[in-house]
């Protein structure tokens, strides 16, 4: 049985934010959706959303939810499940998987808008994850957007109080010529 408290199943203030720069054309991803909390959210905005997860359990509750499709799949063993697609949004939360970063970074449409946070190094302090491969070294997502025709619209890095106590690192970036609306 999937469980998941309620706190840590109400998006992310980060995606929460900047969900509106998306642009209103093209497909959003919700990369590692878990049970689609993000999904949701940017269906509910109008998105059109493609939520991918390996657990097929989490996956079920977003079935029939109207500008959402899930796909099942293995990020980290059954490889890129979208070549040569190209998407105008990324969501990524809590997930981090370093040899999948820049085949995610290339699946970014121009224009298009990168949304993600994840944990970093100091996180081990606060419980899982602990591992250094899950954990990002300090600026190493900000190093990611610097990358011609990417602007970064923000970042954050630092330790959190909600949903629970934590170090993460925060991006926004933009990809083209696409006008932050903030």
């Known amino acids: 049985m999937l469980t998941v408290s309620s706190a840590e199943s109400r998006p992310s203030v980060w995606v929460e934010r900047f969900a509106p720069l998306l642009p209103a054309a093209g497909e959003v991803l919700d990369l590692a959706c878990g049970g689609g909390r993000h999904a949701r959210l940017l269906a509910a905005l109008g998105l059109r959303v493609e939520a991918v997860d390996r657990d097929e359990r989490a996956l079920a509750s977003l079935r029939g939810v109207a500008g959402v499709s899930p796909c099942q799949a293995d990020l980290e063993s059954g490889g ?3 070549p040569g697609r190209l998407f105008a949004g990324i969501v990524v939360t809590n997930y981090l998987f370093r040899p999948g970063v820049e085949q ?10 990168l949304i ?3 944990f970093m190094v100091g996180n081990e ?7 250094p491969q899950y954990l990002l070294q300090s600026q190493e997502m900000l190093a990611w957007a610097r990358r011609p025709g990417w602007r970064v619209v923000a970042f954050e890095e630092g330790l959190v109080d909600s949903p629970r106590p934590a170090m993460v690192q925060r991006l926004c970036a933009v990809r083209g010529a696409l006008v932050a609306r903030l």
């Open 80 to 82: 890129w499940p979208y």
């Open 125 to 131: 302090r606060f419980g899982r994850p602990a591992s």
């Open 116 to 118: 993600y946070e994840t």
């Open 104 to 113: 995610l970074l290339a699946s970014l449409a121009d224009p298009g808008v």
